[in-house]
């Protein structure tokens, strides 16, 4: 298949807010398959997870959609995307970062026994068997979670 042209219909296709969110993810699909198949696009495999429709405006425009096997296709593979937590320990510390100012949670970092931690799992289990851990374990006397924002704002 002419991959160059495929893609450049994408990156038009995109420029659509109507057809957007579909280019979107048929570039997802058609890196993917790239990806397994060493930079090869087999269009036996290509029609099953994309379904092409010609629309008629000024000039022929193709707009790609997926089909529902691709939309199965694009759920299995995911984005691969961590989950971030980001997490204040401390009795203390955890008061402070629960009134969500990092100011006042900064002018009381010296006195404090604190660590801030930003963790990345793979899944939800992960982060709930970590979460599970803290909340039958015995260390930090408190601990909460906290913005990506306040998190930045606080570390050192």
């Known amino acids: 298949m002419n991959m160059s042209k495929i893609e450049e219909a994408l990156q038009k296709q995109l420029q659509n807010k109507e057809y957007a969110q579909d280019a979107i993810d048929c570039m997802?699909?058609?890196k993917k398959l790239?990806?397994?198949n060493d930079g090869q696009l087999w269009r036996n495999v290509w029609n099953v997870l994309v379904n092409v429709r010609v629309k008629?405006?000024?000039e022929l425009?193709?707009?790609y959609h997926p089909t529902d096997v691709g939309k199965v296709f694009l759920r299995g593979v995911g984005d691969n995307k961590k989950i971030n937590l980001y997490m204040v320990f401390g009795g203390n510390a955890a008061s402070y970062a629960d009134s969500n100012d990092p100011e006042e949670f900064n002018s009381h970092k010296a006195t404090m026994d604190y660590d801030i931690k930003h963790l990345t799992f793979d899944t939800k289990d992960e982060l709930e068997a970590y979460l599970q851990g803290l909340d039958d374990g015995n260390g930090w006397e408190?601990?909460?979670p906290v913005t990506k924002k306040f998190y930045d704002l606080i570390k050192d």
């Open 28 to 30: 997802r699909i058609y």
């Open 34 to 36: 790239l990806e397994m």
């Open 56 to 58: 008629r405006e000024r």
């Open 61 to 63: 425009v193709m707009i």
């Open 142 to 144: 408190g601990y909460t």
